[in-house]
């Protein structure tokens, strides 16, 4: 249960219907602490849907509601002792601002997944709105709820690489390598539609991703971005490729290669950088090591779970070393985090240090600037 | 939801007191897909630690027992439409048999740790016992819940990699390198102390696992067994290396290398098995991948959530390839799997063939025989 | 021996003096197969550490010239059955066009180290005295001696792997990541000097070897790049990173990702390559071993020496799998095959196919090129 | 040139005829660095054979021998200034001993294959024959000659890992998968017939390998096996797999897995020893690479060529770290130790003591002693 409310959090969720990849996710690591319940949903546009998914999910029917708008009202009616205390946004991406709004109006707090919005000024209204309304927003970064993820950033905080000299960022995925888009791929098809996607795909699907580890990592600041952008897939009018190079204040360099037309590449998001004493390497894809290397002394690979870890990545960690945590465990150390910090505002508390590492709504507003900036720069074929 | 009942399942817990390991996995495990419910429980030996872990899960405090026996009694006493359906068991070894009893005695299905029991003759007493109730009992060995090890499996039942010759299993772990049984560490002091843990330390921990890996995945018999213990940290009276070559019915040959004093292991449960037209390795240590090797083709390697992967491995995968799952994935599986056996055997079902697949009482005793044969062999240094 | 000759070819090498780490390597490279034989050097600008080198190496004193151009006339001087056939360039990059214009117009064959000249024009003028004095000229990329990497070209060549989408070379090194140049390390000094080094530094030394690798394995020619260099260390005047983008002909895109101040990098030579039925991934690194991935099937590793691989990967293959070739082993597949083709012009006759696999003038040609291209664009900070 | 000679060390060889793979190792191994000179040889038991080979080599047509018996006799009525030096034996097993005896009779050093001879006897004969003439003798265990084998055996003799406690060394190949005995491959009809290859096939072929490198890198003494062999290839009679206990004196525990049965597998050597403050992990097909492992610290991966490393690996190194060395270089560190060892003592000088760090005929008398101690141990099925 959520420790400091003395019961589990109540939430319900928007999106994530029957056959939803991300809102399955979500409702995992939920579930995974025993900290969160959910009680209420409005899962999909059609109704009959979310009435199905509510069944599935064992919830009661009167809160397996038509459409969010409904489901913010009426939540918002209910007593104390049973209404949601927050909301998961789990849509496609151009219903975030308005859902998020929906709910925040309704003084429900926020877990809304990446990217925030679909416009900066979107994101920006949005951010007025978290700090008017005192709420919490999370932002589902999932990728820096890895506890090694977490370690990564002690390491170069403490500096131990020393002065950062250079990033090299990629997320190779293989997954659109057809049109997946035309051949009735829920998700494809809504991630390739600038309607539902908003401006980017790849860049806003998976660089926002990379840029926000980046950002959490090393703390540098973008100067300037240079991007390519490519359509790789005959026929695609959205980008499914992008190189990004970035120029940091301080002078350090960085490189993001993004793509998601890597035949045969599954998950390849991977994190390098280096200073002037050293580098590390991370990959998502063996999420429970981190190398570090060094001019003159031997790689060293840190595990999760093992005792010489700082406290933030022992926080994050349930299991001892050799044990492997995957995915569903990162992103249930948001959902625990931002349910801590929830539990503990609605107790008029300070939430702890440990508990308050989570991406929240200055990242989002962060990330969706990233995405403007490079599909400008790609426009214009110059640096900005 | 458990699909046959239509509700979660509900559950009790013995062992798995407050800071215990296993007993924080198997609560993450049934919680992960939201089929089990925990209700009920009989902690610890001490019943202010009870009562402790009942308030910090949210328990019901009628129903955080004292101990054991007076929970089965009670439970047994409570109305169908509350009283737990199973229970899960988490003690030191020496307890498994009794309790395992008194549910069984009161109607309530099982999930046990490993090994079932510290004796044959216990194990056999525990079989009978669950035959003569119709009740299942599920042991977890949970390293055979992990995706791609049930690939593994259906590789070899297929026959491609033909006629079986040779199995190489290794256990190899370090956290016994220090005497940690005298320096407090709760779990290092029972499994080190015969009274707890029976007349085998390591054999019975990770030597049985192995062992059921092997047995999961070939389907080999094992006709006979030679066995070296050893214990490599000075003034340790129980075994923490053991070394055991095996000679399987058919003419394949095995070696079984095990130990929990390899300096600087963390859990590296490994499997090779060779046959005439190629061999299959895999590590629990990256759980998602199975290697194929073959003498005049390249190694093909197979990784979780794929397509190309059997039923069975598609059915115990939560997430796409390249989103790693781990431990507690391969753990709920067992539980998903109990639970669905569980939930159709008490609605008048048959469960599916892919819901049965997960170990059994049966399963058990097999394990705890080879512990007893190793025993034997290592005692009278000769085959049996 | 020197197959089409029936005796081994006699050469002379310029630089290589006691101590140079790259003159040692030709020495192995071309002793390992018994074809060659060092029986001349013009080692060092210091006329004693010529004769030093000579002694050390056994040579006939009268043949450790004091400098280039004596060694080139006296050689051209002494008859047939003694003087060289050939001669080893591996001095700093300045003197490779002098050098090379010497012996090409004493008639004598050459291999000489990469980048062929500092400038394009310098190469285009050594093209044309190649093309008219019918000699042969080696140019050692020796990365694409790896028999994997000439797999790797076969396996795009049957277009396996589709149409080619996207390029991924990386070349990271930590060997300068502090200012060796200012501490007397003899290589980072002239690498790191305009004069011996030429306009580039990090893409004329590594940059130059990822180019060539690329045009090797994939075939496909640059249309554009852009380019971003960077000193990363303070205080030193040329680049020591370089990041650049290529689209392709046919609209591919490429990423060349280029450093020598990644700390705790050794050499990261890599390459990926996607195309729209599968990839590739080559590490120099491990250079035994190629990856290809596939959307919809598993991942295979081919390695070197095995029966399925073509005839050009097993041409170049000294040992069965398993039994690792390195970089010496590459570096002699470049002189045995260019020593195969020099035997063979001189014998009159046409060396085979396989033999005439090794990169000559007009790759030399091209990488000059590529580098120029690389400067300007980062210069202008545009596409060009 | 041999250092203390001033010049090539000139040697013959014994086998190694057309096609032969070990003998090609042998002369790549002997030119790598320019110290040896092939000048002779009887390299087939056919004497067209023979002089066929000579003449692929560009020997003296009088120094390509019939047999090797009137090689021996030959080369000792040889003036001084042109006779072999030392003479290489790469012959089928049986024929180790009579031809090391009649080289070292007529005053030559050794350099022979392992194992030594086919019989502990033999070894002893021969270890006196050495005794007596004072001549050098090394045996190729070629695997000691990797750097970072150097490297690891530096590491436990520092007693930076502690007491050892536990060696896990195993050797899986996959080449005798089918019955290549049958199928005319030539190796195979020799290693798998007791006339040639000695009463044991896997165990002396590489078992005999695994017990060297830990003899080498441990120190370890053998106090006592257990074995068990077995033929799981039908038809075949002599033993392709093994499995050997041990324990050595001081209490540590070792096991052993050969097998050249293990369809799929390559050059599988892997040697892993702890202690009780750590432990070190080595794979052959990795050898520029050395892992150590420590209870509560990072793993440490070492790599071959850094500056870290101790003088003995450094001194067996020829290029910095990321450069691959392999197998032809560890075994040109047979080479070119045996060969400074026996040019010093030509030159009636002592060799340093990095020269005299290869296998010599106490090393192969103690591999022949484990090969027949494992057979016993085999057939009385207990320890010996």
């Given at each position: 249960m959520n420790p400091h409310l003395g019961r589990k959090l109540r939430y319900g969720m928007v999106g994530g219907g029957p056959g939803a990849f991300i809102g399955q996710v979500h409702r995992m690591a939920a579930a995974l602490d025993g900290e969160w319940e959910l009680v209420a949903g409005a899962?999909?546009?059609?109704p009959e849907r979310c009435r199905e998914q509510g069944r599935l999910l064992g919830l009661?029917?009167?809160?397996?509601?038509?459409d969010y708008r409904t489901m913010a009202e009426a939540e918002a009616a209910l007593p104390d002792d049973s209404r949601i205390d927050a909301v998961s946004i789990v849509t496609p991406n151009h219903l975030h601002s308005p859902v998020a709004r929906a709910f925040l109006d309704a003084g429900v707090h926020v877990v809304c997944d990446k990217p925030?919005?679909?416009s900066a000024a979107d994101a920006e209204d949005l951010r007025r709105a978290v700090e008017r309304t005192g709420l919490v927003f999370a932002v589902t970064?999932?990728?820096?709820?890895?506890p090694i993820v977490k370690e990564a950033r002690r390491q170069l905080l403490s500096g131990r690489l020393g002065t950062l000299r250079k990033v090299v960022a990629e997320y190779s995925q293989?997954?659109?390598?057809?049109r997946l888009e035309e051949a009735g791929q829920k998700q494809a098809a809504w991630r390739l539609d600038p309607a539902q996607a908003?401006?980017?795909s790849a860049v806003a699907d998976i660089g926002s991703h990379a840029h926000n580890l980046v950002r959490y990592v090393t703390g540098l600041e973008i100067d300037a971005v240079f991007a390519e952008l490519a359509?790789?897939?005959?026929?695609?009018?959205?980008?499914d490729d992008a190189s990004v190079l970035t120029r940091f204040a301080g002078g350090a360099r960085g490189v993001f290669c993004v793509s998601?037309?890597?035949?045969?590449?599954?998950?390849?998001l991977r994190l390098r950088v280096y200073g002037d004493a050293g580098g590390l390497d991370w990959r998502q894809e063996r999420p429970d090591e981190l190398r570090l290397r060094f001019p003159d002394a031997p790689e060293q690979r840190l595990t999760r779970g093992?005792?010489?870890?700082?406290a933030a990545a022992r926080h994050a960690?349930?299991?001892?070393?050799?044990?492997p945590e995957g995915f569903v465990e990162a992103f249930a150390n948001i959902y625990r985090n931002a349910g801590r910090t929830i539990g503990a505002r609605m107790a008029g508390k300070e939430a702890g240090t440990l508990e308050r590492d989570f991406p929240d709504h200055v990242d989002g507003v962060r990330g969706v600037r990233f995405v403007e900036s490079v599909l400008r720069s790609a426009r214009e074929e110059r640096w900005v």
């Open positions: 899962f999909s546009s059609s009661d029917p009167a809160r397996a509601y038509d925030m919005t679909t970064y999932n990728y820096t709820g890895y293989g997954w659109l390598t057809k908003g401006p980017s359509s790789l897939v005959p026929g695609r009018t959205m980008e998601q037309v890597c035949a045969g590449e599954e998950n390849g093992s005792p010489y870890l700082s960690t349930r299991l001892p070393p050799g044990h």
